[in-house]
């Protein structure tokens, strides 16, 4: 093969076929009125003017970017309601723990009660002891002091 047989490659030959199928600018699209979906008809041996091309990408990516702000917006919106049951659901919890915490306080305040009833009960009778105990004493005394006197009478 000559160099003159060989055949030298350029986009053309990069191009889909010449029979004038149609060829997308960028990525498709679902938005049928989008400039991403304008189709570029390649007749043989011509492309398309740069300029055009890189416009059409531009647009194709503005929309895109548009899109995208669209779709961001949406999941925002999503994510706060989301958020607005996540944080309902957290304050149920909350309120929750805050009702246990109070019968907790309650049952405590019961038991503070119920304790300090029992210790004055337990006072009481410590000191129905002492009593008992000093009129023992008493009682052991005089007893022996009558016996001392009757031992001293007989």
Request: with cysteine.
């Amino acid at each position: 093969m000559s160099n003159s047989t060989l055949k030298r490659r350029t986009s053309h030959d990069l191009m889909p076929p010449r029979d004038g199928k149609r060829m997308r600018c960028c990525s498709p699209s679902t938005d049928s009125t989008t400039t991403r979906d304008k189709i570029f008809y390649t007749p043989a041996y011509h492309t398309p003017e740069p300029q055009t091309f890189r416009q059409a990408c531009d647009e194709d990516l503005y929309r895109q970017i548009a899109n995208l702000k669209q779709d961001v917006k949406w999941l925002e919106e999503c994510s706060a309601r989301m958020g607005d049951d996540h944080l309902a659901r957290l304050c149920a919890l909350q309120a929750q723990v805050n009702e246990m915490n109070a019968e907790m306080c309650a049952m405590e305040a019961q038991h503070a009660e119920e304790v300090a009833t029992y210790q004055d009960k337990i006072e009481g009778l410590q000191e129905a002891i002492r009593y008992q105990d000093n009129m023992l004493a008493y009682r052991t005394e005089e007893v022996d002091r009558l016996e001392v006197k009757q031992n001293n009478d007989i």
